[in-house]
């Protein structure tokens, strides 16, 4: 087995940092130490097979993406990452777990939908993988098969108040669904945008011939965000289901989670990269040549990009700050605009949605370090050490300390990332969504369990490294 010194480094965690060497034997993580300090009298640097100098750097528990969709199915066509290329790219920017969601399409079993992302995902991973199972057809053996799945290591399932006739759950499916996540101490995790009535929206903007991809956030407007929102909370409250909003992106939102959460229910929000960067006004200006105004067909997703000028950037901002909000996903759903995207050519129902966002999480979130919207601290908090809690996987990863996975990245501070096009990156997409982003800082060393896997930007690693993580119940709640 390796042993290894990551030496000179800051290591930094959620509550504090410290000069600090780290040292890995093998997959584990065995000590924290003083700088330059013996380990039982041995000298630590001449006794282990390999040393990381990380002076100036930072050393931080690997980031946790739990939302991603790798090769989802949707809108006819399936999400350009597979398992393989997606976790790729996230182990290049310093990510060192996902959580992906396994599917339940409607009239398919719990059971072999999840057997089904479990054989797409197996022998493919570049790092650790978790499942949080997509329920799309509650009925009576799917809420029996749902009471089974902390077995399988699932502790957490998603539910649509938003896309009719594909993955909808309407409230009673709800209601039924979170008896269950009570009864179990899963987490329901909720798609809190009002499908049924965006739908009417939708088709009367399209009867009006406006057909452009920025139309589709024109009818996914924030106040069905709003109320989907109080809705899943006084379903949850009503039932006593934990709950946690996934991709809250509208200002409303965080006003009903904070409501909810001040009156001390277990209520929780994630949000993405892309509600704090970037707005439905860039989305509106985005012409090319090659695309015309269907340009904007990149920035489509849902919830969608939000204005600018009503401030949902900066409340959400603000929240990740209070902790009314307490992590960062991506909901990585890549698609390119060649063959996928433009199935939405003078229709944006059509458009596949979904950002790819999974390379450019850390660093997006540290830019908000430099820039200081948030503490080092809370980066470290919100992208890696509450995703471990929220999911059931402190102690193993989230953290730097003995006993814990040695799944370590190396940041560096004076370091630079201009993120680019399709060259530059490494999921498999023609285009980015963050294409000209600029960002003060570098992943320089990433470890996943002990092994190098990136290192000057080039990948060590191999398919297969990454092993499935069966999740306990959740460690946040209240
Ligand atoms: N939102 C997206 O943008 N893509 C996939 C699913 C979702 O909820
Ligand atoms: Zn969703
Ligand atoms: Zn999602």
């Given at each position: 087995?390796?042993t290894t010194?990551?030496s000179?480094?800051t290591?930094?965690?959620?509550t504090g940092?410290?000069h600090?060497?780290?040292?890995v034997?093998?997959?584990?993580?065995?000590a924290?130490?003083q700088p330059g300090?013996?380990?039982?009298?041995?000298d630590?640097?001449a006794?282990?097979?390999?040393?990381i100098?990380?002076t100036g750097?930072?050393?931080?528990?690997?980031?946790?993406?739990?939302h991603?969709h790798?090769e989802?199915?949707?809108?006819?066509?399936?999400?350009?990452d597979?398992?393989?290329?997606?976790?790729?790219?996230a182990?290049?920017g310093?990510t060192?777990s996902?959580?992906?969601?396994?599917?339940?399409?409607?009239g398919?079993r719990i059971?072999?939908?999840?057997a089904a992302?479990?054989?797409?995902?197996?022998?493919?991973?570049a790092?650790?993988y978790g499942?949080?199972?997509?329920?799309?057809?509650?009925n009576?053996?799917?809420?029996?098969a749902?009471?089974?799945?902390?077995?399988e290591?699932?502790?957490?399932f998603?539910m649509?108040?938003?896309?009719?006739?594909v993955?909808y759950s309407d409230?009673?499916q709800?209601?039924?669904a979170?008896?269950?996540?009570?009864?179990?101490g899963?987490?329901?995790?909720?798609?809190?945008e009002?499908?049924?009535?965006?739908d009417?929206?939708a088709q009367?903007?399209?009867?009006?011939?406006k057909?452009d991809?920025y139309y589709h956030?024109?009818?996914?407007a924030?106040?069905m965000?709003e109320e989907?929102t109080h809705?899943?909370i006084m379903?949850?409250k009503l039932?006593g289901?934990?709950?946690?909003?996934?991709?809250?992106?509208?200002?409303?939102?965080?006003?009903?989670?904070?409501?909810a959460r001040?009156?001390g229910?277990?209520?929780?929000?994630?949000t993405?990269?892309?509600y704090?960067?970037l707005?439905l006004?860039?989305?509106l200006?985005?012409k090319s040549?090659?695309?015309?105004?269907?340009?904007?067909?990149?920035?489509?997703?849902?919830?969608p990009l939000?204005?600018?000028a009503?401030g949902?950037?900066?409340?959400?901002?603000?929240?990740?700050?209070?902790?009314?909000?307490q992590?960062v996903?991506?909901?990585?759903?890549?698609f390119?605009m060649?063959?996928?995207?433009?199935?939405?050519?003078g229709?944006f129902?059509?458009?596949p949605?979904?950002?790819g966002s999974i390379e450019?999480?850390?660093?997006?979130?540290y830019?908000g370090?430099?820039t200081?919207?948030?503490?080092?601290?809370?980066w470290v908090?919100?992208t890696?050490?509450?995703?471990?809690?929220m999911f059931?996987?402190y102690?193993k990863?989230?953290?730097?300390?003995p006993g814990?996975d040695a799944d370590?990245?190396?940041y560096d501070p004076?370091?630079h990332t201009?993120i680019?096009?399709?060259?530059?990156?490494?999921m498999?997409?023609?285009?980015s969504?963050w294409e000209?982003?600029e960002?003060d800082?570098?992943?320089?060393?990433v470890?996943s369990r002990?092994?190098?896997?990136v290192?000057?930007?080039t990948?060590l690693?191999?398919?297969g490294?990454?092993?499935?993580?069966?999740?306990?119940?959740?460690?946040?709640?209240i």
């Amino acid at each position: 087995m390796t042993t290894t010194l990551i030496s000179g480094g800051t290591v930094v965690g959620a509550t504090g940092r410290a000069h600090a060497d780290v040292v890995v034997d093998g997959e584990t993580i065995v000590a924290v130490l003083q700088p330059g300090s013996a380990l039982l009298g041995t000298d630590v640097a001449a006794s282990v097979d390999r040393v990381i100098d990380a002076t100036g750097k930072y050393v931080i528990p690997g980031g946790i993406d739990a939302h991603t969709h790798m090769e989802l199915p949707f809108g006819g066509t399936e999400a350009s990452d597979t398992f393989e290329s997606g976790t790729r790219a996230a182990a290049h920017g310093g990510t060192t777990s996902i959580i992906d969601f396994a599917v339940q399409t409607y009239g398919q079993r719990i059971e072999d939908g999840l057997a089904a992302w479990h054989e797409r995902a197996d022998g493919n991973c570049a790092i650790d993988y978790g499942f949080h199972q997509i329920v799309g057809d509650v009925n009576e053996a799917s809420l029996e098969a749902m009471k089974r799945l902390p077995d399988e290591g699932i502790t957490s399932f998603k539910m649509f108040m938003a896309y009719p006739g594909v993955f909808y759950s309407d409230d009673a499916q709800i209601l039924k669904a979170m008896q269950v996540s009570r009864d179990t101490g899963m987490l329901t995790m909720m798609h809190a945008e009002n499908g049924p009535a965006i739908d009417v929206l939708a088709q009367q903007l399209v009867e009006q011939g406006k057909t452009d991809p920025y139309y589709h956030g024109v009818a996914r407007a924030w106040e069905m965000e709003e109320e989907a929102t109080h809705r899943a909370i006084m379903l949850a409250k009503l039932t006593g289901a934990p709950l946690y909003v996934v991709h809250v992106s509208a200002k409303q939102a965080v006003e009903q989670l904070a409501w909810a959460r001040d009156k001390g229910q277990n209520v929780y929000g994630e949000t993405c990269p892309q509600y704090l960067y970037l707005s439905l006004e860039d989305q509106l200006g985005a012409k090319s040549d090659e695309w015309g105004a269907f340009e904007g067909a990149k920035w489509v997703c849902s919830p969608p990009l939000r204005s600018r000028a009503e401030g949902h950037q900066e409340s959400i901002w603000q929240a990740l700050r209070t902790n009314d909000l307490q992590m960062v996903s991506t909901d990585h759903c890549p698609f390119c605009m060649k063959d996928q995207k433009e199935l939405g050519l003078g229709d944006f129902r059509k458009i596949p949605n979904g950002i790819g966002s999974i390379e450019h999480r850390m660093d997006l979130m540290y830019q908000g370090v430099v820039t200081g919207e948030i503490t080092l601290e809370r980066w470290v908090e919100l992208t890696s050490t509450t995703p471990a809690r929220m999911f059931g996987l402190y102690g193993k990863k989230g953290v730097i300390q003995p006993g814990a996975d040695a799944d370590i990245v190396v940041y560096d501070p004076e370091g630079h990332t201009s993120i680019g096009y399709e060259k530059t990156h490494h999921m498999n997409i023609d285009h980015s969504a963050w294409e000209g982003y600029e960002i003060d800082g570098h992943v320089d060393t990433v470890m996943s369990r002990g092994k190098v896997v990136v290192e000057n930007d080039t990948y060590l690693g191999a398919k297969g490294d990454g092993r499935y993580l069966r999740r306990g119940l959740s460690q946040y709640l209240i």
